[in-house]
């Protein structure tokens, strides 16, 4: 079972930044495009970013000029880095591993909010 670790999470005021990361098997990492979704109360999941083994990135248009996500082979971690947050950014945030099987993360909460 591929387990997905997801830490980076909380509140923050709009305008304000926050990363998250997600650590997984190396054999995992190697291999599986990595990303986030989120999903909002009372929404769909949706894509923020995904990054492929071989670094080409894709962003929601939503996040673009904002998010970067990027990934550290060496610790076989992915992150996102995320700025100029807005109140509609507020959801649970889950990693994920896409390639042969697709995995996810248990999920952090991001709260942008005064």
């Known amino acids: 079972q591929v387990q997905l670790v997801e830490s980076g999470g909380g509140l923050v005021q709009p305008g304000g930044s926050l990363r998250l990361s997600c650590t997984t098997a190396r054999s995992i990492f190697s291999r599986y495009a990595m990303g986030w979704y989120r999903q909002a109360a009372g929404k769909q999941r949706e894509l923020v970013a995904l990054i492929t083994s071989g670094g080409t990135t894709n962003y929601a248009d939503s996040v673009k000029g904002r998010f970067t996500i990027s990934r550290d082979n060496a610790n076989n971690t992915v992150y996102l880095q995320m700025h100029s947050l807005k109140p509609e950014d507020t959801a649970a945030y889950y990693c994920?591993?896409?390639?042969?099987?697709?995995?996810w993360g248990q999920g952090t909460q991001v709260t942008v909010s005064s």
């Open positions: 994920t591993a896409r390639g042969l099987l697709v995995a």
